[in-house]
C-alpha cells in the first residue's frame, strides 16, 4: 500500500490547492510515483493535478459515493504508485451538513486512515496560529498529522508559528510557502484545459515546486504518509459485468471535458467501448455508436465554432431523433438545445432537439450537491435514483417545457428537474454513477437495444433493396 496524505485546509482560500501542486511537483523531481485525488465533485482542480503528475487524478466524494465506494477508487487508483496526496474541499470540516462531517475532507480522511496536513493562512499571525491548529484538532481527534503555514513574510515568521503550534498542539509545522507576489492560482474555468494541454501553465508549476523544496520538510512529509493497508470491498462498482460489448459516443474536447473518471470506468466495466469524438472539430457521432454521452464543459466559450459545425450538429440531432440512447449534462444539455446566448447578447445555434434558448449569466445560477429521481421516460427506468453534482452560470428558457427527467432534492426542497425527448435524458446536474451502480448498467444495455434494433432495422432495409434489384432485373427482361 503507497504512503498516502491529505492536504486539509481552514477554508476555502487558505491555500490547499497552492500547497498541493507545490508538493505534487515536489515529490515527482524526487522520481516518486505519485497518485493524485480530489476531495468533492470539483472537475477544475484535478486537471492541474493530472497535469503535474502525468496520471489522472481523480474524484472522492463521500457524500455522492459511499464508504466502500470511495475505498475501491482510491485502492484501484493507488497501486503501483509510492505516494496518494488527497487535496481536500473547502474547509476541512465542511460538506453536506453544517452539523456533521458528511462529504467533508474529515470524514475522506477517516474513512481511508489517511494522516492530514493541515494548511493554515499564516498573514497576520503568529502564536495564534496554535490556536486555529488547537481548535481544528479538537473538532478531529489524532486525525492531523502536521501543519503547513502558508502566505508566511520570512523564515522568521514561519519560525514563530513552528514554535507556537508545537508547544501548544504537540505536532510539526513541516514547513512554509512565503507570500509570492504575483504567483497565483491562474484562472480556475475558462480556457484551463487549453492551457494545460499546451504546457502554458509548466512554469507556474516549476516556480512552486522550487518553492516546496526550499521550504518544506519532505522526508519528514513522507515519513508521517505511513497508513495501515485498505482492501477493496467485494463486489467491486468497477468488476467487469456480464455483457455483450457495445460502443457508447463520448464527446470529449475542450468545449465537453467534465466527466467522472469513475462514471467511464463504470460503463467499460459494463462493456461499452468509449468512443471519443469532438464536436468542436466538426466531427459526426461514430458510425458505431450505439449510445451517446456529452458531458459539462464550456459550450458558451466555443459557441460560434460549435454553430459553424453544421455537419456536427445534425449527426446528434440525428443520433437523438433516432431513438439513440443519450445522456447529456450541463454544458451537453445547453448544446442540445436550440439557441446558446452568450453574455454579450450574440445568439448561436446549437443542436435543436430540446427547444429552448440556454442563456449564459454574469452571476452563478446554481451550486450544490442534487439526490435525483428518474421519472417515466426515455432509458432510466422510472424511480433509479442518482446523486450528483451542479454548477452553472446559465438558465434555459423552454419554448415548450419537455417532460421532465427527474425530481431533484436539494437543500432548497424538491423540483422537476432536467428533461427527456426521444430516449435522450439532459439537464445541469452531473450524474455520479458509482452512487448507484444500476445508472451505468441501464445506460449500457439501453444501448444494446438500440444497437440491435438498428443492425435489424439496416439488415431489414439491406433485403428491401435487393427485392427492389431483383424485381428491377425480372422487369427489364
Given at each position: 500500500m503507497p504512503k498516502r496524505l491529505v492536504v486539509a485546509g481552514t477554508g476555502s482560500g487558505s491555500g490547499k490547492t497552492t500547497v498541493t501542486l507545490a508538493l505534487l511537483g515536489a515529490l515527482m523531481r524526487r522520481g516518486l510515483s505519485v497518485q493524485p485525488f480530489k476531495c468533492g465533485p470539483d472537475y477544475i482542480d484535478p486537471t492541474y493535478h493530472t497535469a503535474i503528475c502525468k496520471r489522472q487524478s481523480r474524484n472522492l466524494d463521500s457524500w455522492m459515493g459511499n464508504?466502500?465506494?470511495?475505498?475501491?477508487?482510491?485502492?484501484?487508483?493507488?497501486?503501483?504508485?509510492?505516494?496518494s496526496v488527497i487535496e481536500g474541499v473547502m474547509g476541512m470540516f465542511d460538506g453536506k451538513d453544517p452539523l456533521k462531517n458528511d462529504g467533508s475532507t474529515a470524514e475522506i480522511s477517516e474513512l481511508l486512515s489517511a494522516?492530514?496536513?493541515?494548511?493554515?493562512?499564516?498573514?497576520?499571525?503568529?502564536?495564534?496560529?496554535?490556536?486555529?491548529v488547537k481548535g481544528f484538532q479538537a473538532m478531529a481527534p489524532g486525525q492531523i498529522a502536521a501543519v503547513i503555514a502558508n502566505?508566511?513574510?520570512?523564515?522568521?515568521?514561519?519560525?514563530?508559528?513552528?514554535?507556537?503550534?508545537?508547544?501548544?498542539?504537540?505536532?510539526?509545522?513541516?514547513?512554509?510557502?512565503?507570500?509570492?507576489?504575483?504567483?497565483?492560482?491562474?484562472?480556475?474555468?475558462?480556457?484551463?484545459?487549453p492551457a494545460v494541454e499546451r504546457g502554458d501553465l509548466n512554469q507556474f508549476f516549476n516556480t512552486l515546486a522550487d518553492a516546496a523544496e526550499k521550504t518544506m520538510d519532505l522526508d519528514q512529509l513522507l515519513s508521517l504518509a505511513c497508513a495501515p493497508e485498505l482492501t477493496i470491498p467485494s463486489p467491486?462498482?468497477?468488476?467487469?459485468?456480464?455483457?455483450?460489448?457495445?460502443?457508447?459516443?463520448?464527446?470529449?474536447?475542450?468545449?465537453?471535458?467534465?466527466?467522472?473518471?469513475?462514471?467511464?470506468?463504470?460503463?467499460?466495466?459494463q462493456g461499452a467501448n468509449l468512443s471519443f469524438f469532438s464536436p468542436l472539430a466538426g466531427e459526426a457521432v461514430p458510425a458505431d455508436a450505439a449510445a451517446l454521452y456529452i458531458g459539462g464543459g464550456f459550450p458558451e466559450e466555443f459557441a460560434p465554432v460549435l454553430a459553424a459545425q453544421c455537419e456536427a450538429r445534425k449527426s446528434i440531432r440525428n443520433a437523438v431523433e433516432s431513438g439513440m440512447p443519450v445522456l447529456a449534462e450541463c454544458g451537453g444539455f445547453m448544446y442540445l438545445t436550440s439557441e446558446l446566448e452568450t453574455v454579450d447578447n450574440h445568439v448561436y445555434p446549437m443542436c435543436g432537439v430540446i427547444?429552448?434558448?440556454?442563456?449564459?449569466?454574469?452571476?452563478?445560477?446554481?451550486?450544490?450537491?442534487?439526490?435525483?429521481?428518474?421519472?417515466?421516460?426515455?432509458?432510466?427506468?422510472?424511480?433509479t435514483t442518482v446523486r450528483?453534482?451542479?454548477?452553472?452560470?446559465?438558465?434555459?428558457?423552454?419554448?415548450?417545457?419537455?417532460?421532465?427527467?427527474?425530481?431533484?432534492?436539494?437543500?432548497?426542497?424538491?423540483?422537476?428537474?432536467?428533461?427527456?425527448?426521444?430516449?435522450?435524458?439532459?439537464?445541469?446536474?452531473?450524474?455520479y454513477f458509482p452512487s448507484n451502480p444500476d445508472v451505468p448498467a441501464a445506460f449500457a444495455e439501453a444501448a444494446r437495444v438500440y444497437g440491435q434494433k438498428k443492425v435489424t432495422t439496416s439488415a431489414s432495409l439491406t433485403k428491401t433493396d435487393e427485392l427492389h434489384q431483383l424485381k428491377k432485373i425480372i422487369t427489364e427482361k
Open positions: 464508504g466502500d465506494v470511495l475505498k475501491e477508487i482510491f485502492v484501484r487508483s493507488s497501486q503501483n504508485t509510492d505516494i494522516p492530514v496536513l493541515l494548511v493554515i493562512d499564516a498573514s497576520g499571525t503568529a502564536r495564534s496560529a496554535a490556536a486555529v502566505k508566511t513574510g520570512s523564515e522568521g515568521h514561519f519560525r514563530l508559528i513552528e514554535q507556537a503550534v508545537k508547544q501548544e498542539c504537540g505536532i510539526p509545522v513541516v514547513g512554509h510557502l512565503l507570500k509570492m507576489t504575483g504567483v497565483h492560482v491562474p484562472e480556475r474555468h475558462l480556457g484551463l484545459v467491486g462498482c468497477f468488476d467487469q459485468k456480464a455483457g455483450e460489448p457495445v460502443t457508447i459516443a463520448v464527446a470529449k474536447d475542450a468545449a465537453f471535458h467534465f466527466y467522472y473518471e469513475e462514471n467511464l470506468a463504470m460503463l467499460q466495466a427547444e429552448g434558448k440556454t442563456m449564459m449569466k454574469s452571476t452563478r445560477a446554481a451550486l450544490g450537491y442534487r439526490e435525483l429521481t428518474a421519472v417515466k421516460g426515455a432509458w432510466l427506468p422510472e424511480g450528483g453534482h451542479e454548477f452553472h452560470y446559465s438558465i434555459c428558457k423552454h419554448e415548450k417545457k419537455p417532460a421532465p427527467a427527474f425530481q431533484s432534492k436539494s437543500r432548497f426542497g424538491n423540483k422537476a428537474d432536467g428533461c427527456t425527448v426521444f430516449n435522450a435524458v439532459a439537464g445541469y446536474a452531473h450524474l
